[in-house]
């Protein structure tokens, strides 16, 4: 059973595929939830604790995840973080900070050639992370 779950999210199909996912782990025991936004792509330093530089940025994001938790069940313990740089270092930054046990994110299913040249959060955090991480793919429609 996971405890500590942190949710990668942006707001993408992905992302509300993976945040449901996580609830959905999170309700079958006593499990917290941590939504966690990067507001950069660039390379910003990855500290949690200092703001993300683009204040813009950070104010859509906190928005962005205030509404995502809007949405779940409110006996559901959730958090919203915001953080600058890389998402997959800062999600991992966070991962550690708040000692994960899961760390759920979603899929752009971009396909190898286009990860490859792109880079991929998922896979970054598949290979890096200390903990468990579940990659979820969005529904069609």
């Known amino acids: ?70 949405t779940l069940d409110p006996e559901l313990a959730a958090a919203p973080w915001v953080v600058g740089g890389p998402p997959a270092r800062a999600i991992l930054a966070v ?13 752009r299913g971009r396909g190898q050639v286009a990860s490859a040249l792109l880079g991929s959060v998922a896979t970054e955090l598949v290979q890096n992370a200390t903990c468990d991480v579940l990659v979820v793919h969005p529904t069609e429609d």
């Open 1 to 70: 059973m996971y405890r500590n779950v942190l949710v990668a999210y942006d707001g993408s199909d992905g992302a509300r595929a993976a945040l449901d996912r996580a609830v959905d782990v999170a309700q079958s025991g006593d499990t917290a939830l941590t939504l966690v936004e990067s507001t950069a792509k660039a390379s910003a330093p990855v500290l949690p604790e200092i703001p993300p530089a683009d204040a813009d940025a950070a104010a859509r994001a906190r928005l962005s995840l205030k509404r995502a938790i809007e």
């Open 95 to 107: 991962a550690d900070e708040i000692d994960a046990d899961l760390i759920v994110t979603g899929s």
